[in-house]
């Protein structure tokens, strides 16, 4: 023990010395030479026999190893004791360690939130350093493909709703292409970075695909030419039954498992009513490292521009997979729990919305107010604030300007330019007379409506169901 103290004290005084050093502004080799030093002390003190709680941290660590040749997205940082840290690259590590670490086996689940790519940015593709992704993920142990069915099935309803127009989800199994490249001569170091070229098929030509596995990854020319037979084919379940007549293919075991799960999944996705959206397509390989069996990804169907409106191409909308190896990773003891998950690109589908939005001339709504509550005299603030009040308790979703006397013009204008498709306005005679005067800011027709029929009249017209809080 008294040895162990003397080296943890060793370890907080080098760590200390490292940190001066760059508070010094030394040279980049001296903090390098020191924090080598450092990180040789650490590794001889050792783990802590007398501590027998697992903590995980959160340093780069966590992140190498996962995302294959998509690692040099990865935004690498050092903290002040020289330990590597990155940014969050994506949804699903960070997932799978907290599954880990709270030894969950069984879980549903999403989740909204920022990551980091180091990438170049391509605002009108909706393609940034920083965005959101909403991730919905399955985590257990259950009979084959039925979570896979219901994330497609998720991820078509989240596109349809959404009516950016029509998409395809490509569908492919990453036993399936280990399977391929196995019967074609691939070796097996190259599995990997063979399937990132791949993955680039549906942004370049074959033959590009082809000249960067022979040319820069040292793939043979016969063997690269025997993948693209197999990679250039698209279709459904009758291409599946197809390649598991393959006399090559139906002869590797890894082929044959993801083959048969792809065909039970085609039976899944017929009765979920979507099979018409899906196409198993061999090119897709989804370049992440840590899919172990089904991989998915939605693109838009690029349809001829409507007049005035840009062609877009902003790639992917959304992706997912099963990654069922993950978890282990993670866990001290190599304990694997089966996930399943699919990811939306939200600022992608934000970049659709708005750029066919403004090619159509029309306003992007910013708020989900209903009725604004607006004056057409001076001294009506009150007045303002009980309605206001009174169509809050209603669960109507109304607001006021914040002053005490706006002028009706300005009231008016402010719901245009926000997109707020009715105004309730009060005036001294409407006060007399117990109405309400309702205007449609689209059609700026007014009509005087009881106080006591504003809520119901609001409902109707915004064919709002009334609130059951």
């Known amino acids: 023990m008294a040895d162990r103290a003397a080296l943890e004290e060793l370890v907080r005084l080098q760590g200390e010395h490292v940190r001066g050093l760059k508070q010094q502004k030394a040279s980049a080799e001296q903090i390098e030479e020191e924090v080598a030093k450092l990180l040789k002390l650490k590794a001889q003190l050792g783990p802590d026999d007398t501590k027998h709680k697992f903590v995980l941290k959160t340093p780069k660590e966590t992140l190498t190893g996962k995302y294959g040749e998509d690692s040099k997205l990865i935004y690498d940082l050092k903290d002040q004791g020289g330990e590597l840290l990155s940014l969050r690259y994506d949804l699903t590590v960070p997932f799978a360690r907290y599954l880990a670490m709270n030894k969950l086996t069984n879980i549903k689940r999403y989740h909204i939130a920022k990551v980091y790519r180091r990438d170049n940015p391509a605002m009108t593709r909706g393609r940034y350093r920083e965005f959101y992704q909403c991730d919905f993920d399955i985590?257990?142990?259950?009979?084959?493909?039925?979570?896979?069915?219901e994330c497609l099935k998720i991820m078509c309803e989240i596109l349809s709703s959404l009516q950016i127009g029509d998409f395809l989800v490509k569908v492919n199994d990453r036993r399936i292409l280990d399977g391929m490249f196995a019967?074609?001569?691939?070796?097996?170091?190259?599995?990997?970075?063979?399937?990132?070229?791949?993955?680039?098929?549906?942004?370049?030509?074959?033959?590009?695909?082809?000249?960067e596995m022979v040319g820069e990854k040292g793939l043979a020319p016969e063997v690269a030419d025997r993948i693209g037979d197999y990679v250039q084919q698209h279709g459904g379940v009758s291409l599946v039954e197809q390649l598991l007549q393959d006399p090559k293919l139906s002869q590797n075991k890894q082929a044959v498992e993801g083959l048969t799960d792809l065909k039970l999944l085609f039976e899944y996705l017929t009765l979920f009513g979507i099979n018409d959206k899906i196409s198993f397509d061999l090119s897709l390989a989804r370049g992440l490292d840590y899919y172990t069996g089904v991989i998915y990804e939605a693109v838009l169907l690029q349809t001829p521009a409507q007049a005035g409106e840009e062609p877009l191409g902003v790639g992917s909308v959304a992706a997912g997979g099963r990654y069922d190896g993950l978890v282990g990773m993670f866990d001290p003891k190599g304990r694997k729990v089966p996930c399943v998950g699919l990811s939306i690109g939200v600022e992608r589908i934000f970049s659709i919305v708005e750029q066919r939005l403004e090619a159509l001339e029309e306003k992007v709504r910013t708020t989900e107010t209903q009725v604004l509550v607006a004056s057409a005299q001076k001294k009506l603030l009150e007045e303002r604030l009980k309605l206001v009040s009174e169509l809050w308790d209603a669960g109507i979703k109304a607001e006021l300007l914040y002053k005490k006397n706006p002028k009706l013009l300005n009231q008016l204008q402010y719901c245009e330019e926000a997109g707020i498709p009715l105004v309730a306005i009060i005036g001294e005679q409407e006060l007399k007379d117990g109405v309400i005067k309702l205007r449609s800011v689209a059609s700026r027709e007014e009509v005087d409506v009881r106080r006591e029929d504003l809520v119901e009249e609001i409902r109707r017209r915004t064919a709002q169901a009334p609130c059951a809080c």
């Open 183 to 211: 019967v074609c001569g691939v070796p097996d170091a190259k599995f990997r970075t063979i399937c990132s070229s791949v993955d680039k098929l549906d942004k370049v030509p074959w033959e590009e695909v082809k000249n």
């Open 139 to 149: 985590a257990g142990q259950f009979d084959p493909m039925i979570p896979d069915a």
